[in-house]
């Protein structure tokens, strides 16, 4: 099990920044991969960024270039650093935990926290 808590989000102005942060209950040796994912209303739950155990880093096209996700090992927490956005990235952000054993993938979600981008 994993729990993970998420804080950050906000309404922002075009343009702005917001700094994205998810807790776990577990150390990140124990997770092979930490991601964001996001769901805008009347639309799938999509990949935002994702981090794995080798640090290595994977984003959605819409995304690159102005989101940074990382990690603090010390404190379990990833961070999504997010500049440059726009009314698109409105969305509700989950933070994602995944652990593989086997040939089973199990993920665990946080509970969301509400990005607003607008005017």
């Known amino acids: 099990q994993v729990q993970l808590v998420e804080s950050g989000g906000g309404l922002v102005q075009p343009g702005g920044s917001l700094r994205l942060s998810c807790a776990a209950s577990r150390t990140f040796f124990s997770i092979n991969a930490m991601g964001w994912y996001r769901q805008a209303p009347g639309k799938e739950r999509e990949l935002v960024a994702r981090l794995t155990g080798g640090d290595t880093t994977n984003y959605a096209d819409s995304v690159k270039g102005r989101f940074t996700i990382s990690r603090d090992n010390a404190k379990n927490t990833v961070y999504l650093q997010m500049n440059s956005l726009k009314p698109e990235d409105t969305a509700v952000y989950y933070c994602?935990?995944?652990?593989?054993?086997?040939?089973?993938?199990?993920?665990?979600w946080g509970q969301g926290t509400q990005v607003t981008v607008s005017s």
């Open positions: 994602n935990a995944r652990i593989v054993s086997g040939p089973y993938d199990t993920d665990y």
